[in-house]
């Protein structure tokens, strides 16, 4: 089972393979913002991903085009409700919050 750990509070929470970032934070009552409920359409889920990128499933167009109209996009800009994630576990910045 991958886990996240969340860069700012150091707070790591156990997640199952294939859920997106956002379904894993809020299943562990983690407080990020999803203001389309994970449609895409919002980029409030924005996080940055500094640990285990690759593990993550890959950038689809939906996710792309919305990371592209969001403010502060970097190298490992995801969006949490699109990101799935793989085996590996992954450290991420909250941007929401
Ligand atoms: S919750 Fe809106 S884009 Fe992820």
Redesign the pocket.
Known sequence: MPMITMKSSGKTVEAAEGISI?QALLAAGEDIA????????????HVFVHEGRKSLSKIQRLENE?LDSTVGVGSGSR????AKLGTENITVELLSN
Do not use: D, I, T
């Not at 969006?79 to 699109?82: E, G, H, I, N, P």
């Open positions: 956002l999803h203001k389309c409920e994970g449609k895409a359409e919002c980029g409030s889920c919305r969006l949490a409700c699109q």
